[in-house]
């Protein structure tokens, strides 16, 4: 599809523009300069065209700050990519020396430049729009993101400047949702900049540079993914400003919209708590998992400190020993290419689905040799039947004569033995228990 730009210097509104034209908040918005870091991607439909809105990092110039410097080089990627760009000054402050700046640049890289004068909240403000023409752009609109206003007109000329190139059709459409979620500075966008062969997302020693979380659409064997690398996932007590909090926030709703997530660790600190918790609540909200082990290529080289690392991963995950484990190095790329082959083989089972005929004959093939749990008087209980009520996640309900006599080891038994006759790895199971005379339920 069309990529549109919204570029301009620090703290002009383009999170909030871009809030506004893709109508969720997705962008941060904060009065900080400089808190949209990374590009972010959003789908557009508008009239009978679809494209993508990318808000990018605001353009200091002049600033030699590390951060500021990768910044801009997203910037200059971003309008390398587009098929218009929206730059966008601060209509009550008039024009500064920094929007000349970056208006040296647009004119440089691009003629699809629509300059966007934000802060035109009502008609009193209309005469700020006339200084921006000085800039030199013969496209220039007088919007407010705050107020909605203008943003409509702003969007007609988006659709006018594309011509033919918007594609209406459902983008979204058989893409293998995938979130690449850990800690801060565990390689995750590395391993997204790896494999779509481009620095979508900022890389840097500095923990915590990916704020936001960033999308990329690339496809593989036949197959698409949409991949989304989410600000590093901290403690909630490490969580200390609105602007980490919000970046969590939104790490686990690409979670919650993920299809798959890959669980990134650093090979030479692996799991923590606060890790294993994020992969509990992964496989809580139904999430297939893979677990990435980053970074390999920084431990010695040695047939002992695979078996060190894999025995010490496998204690730390026990609870999702049935997932899918790459070791890899996304800076040299060792191993990196199996990724989206697991992530497929994992989204696949996720939804698979028993007949009744077959999952009952499972389930009496895998009890035909084991106890089955009693209560204090003896009485056994008695597993009538199942069916397989829902896929995505596999949820399984079993009919039987009394729920409280169900115990969590017989239950993580029967989830194993469903596991393994269903090659359900990196697959969350559901199992629910009904007593055959529906007056309880147990889950």
């Not at 602007?243 to 798959?260: G, H, K, L, N, P």
């Not at 996304?330 to 199996?338: C, I, K, P, Q």
Request: charged share 30%.
């Amino acid at each position: 599809m069309a990529i549109v730009s919204i570029v301009g210097r620090p703290n002009v509104g383009k999170s909030s523009l871009f809030n506004r034209i893709i109508g969720e908040r997705r962008a941060i918005v904060d009065d900080m300069p400089g808190v949209t870091r990374d590009r972010l991607y959003g789908c557009v439909q508008w009239q009978d065209k679809s494209f993508y809105v990318v808000d990018t990092g605001g353009l200091l110039l002049k600033d030699k700050d590390p951060i500021m410097e990768s910044m801009k080089d997203q910037i200059f990627q971003a309008i390398e990519e587009s098929d218009v760009v929206i730059f966008m000054i601060d209509g009550s402050q008039g024009v500064t020396w920094m929007d000349k700046d970056v208006a040296q640049v647009l004119r440089s890289h691009s003629s699809m430049v629509i300059l966007a004068v934000n802060k035109i909240d009502d008609f009193s403000h209309e005469d700020d729009v006339v200084e921006a023409y000085s800039l030199g752009f013969e496209k220039v609109v007088g919007v407010s993101a705050l107020h909605d206003r203008g943003v409509d007109e702003l969007l007609d000329q988006i659709v006018q400047m594309l011509g033919d190139k918007g594609d209406a059709q459902g983008a979204e459409e058989g893409v293998i949702n995938v979130a690449l979620v850990g800690r801060p500075n565990v390689g995750k966008s590395s391993i997204l900049n790896a494999l779509t062969g481009s620095r979508r997302s900022l890389v840097s020693d500095i923990p915590g540079t990916t704020r936001d979380s960033i999308d990329a659409v690339l496809e593989y064997k036949g197959e698409r993914f949409r991949i989304v690398d989410t600000a590093g996932l901290r403690r909630k007590s490490r969580v200390k400003d609105d602007i980490e909090f919000y970046s969590t926030v939104r790490a686990m709703d690409a979670v919650d919209q993920c299809d798959v997530a890959v669980f990134v660790m650093d090979a030479r600190e692996l799991a923590t708590e606060q890790d294993q918790r994020l992969v509990g609540e992964i496989l809580a909200r139904g999430k297939g998992v893979v677990l990435v082990v980053n970074k390999w290529d920084l431990l010695p080289n040695t047939p002992e400190t695979g078996d060190e690392v894999n025995g010490k991963l496998r204690e730390e995950f026990r609870f999702v020993s049935h997932a899918p484990v790459l070791f890899t190095s996304a800076v040299s790329g060792r191993r990196l290419h199996r990724l989206l082959d697991l992530v497929s083989r994992v989204h696949k089972r996720r939804q698979s689905r028993f007949s009744t005929t077959v999952l009952n004959r499972i389930i009496r093939d895998m009890l035909a040799f084991d106890r089955l749990p009693t209560d204090g008087t003896g009485r056994r209980l008695r597993i009538y039947y199942c069916t397989q009520s829902a896929a995505v996640p596999p949820t399984f309900i079993f009919f039987v004569n009394d729920t409280s006599i169900v115990t969590k080891s017989f239950e993580n038994h029967l989830s194993r033995k469903i596991r393994e006759a269903g090659d359900f790895a990196g697959v969350p199971l559901r199992l629910f228990w009904r007593s055959s005379h529906g007056s309880n339920e147990k889950a």
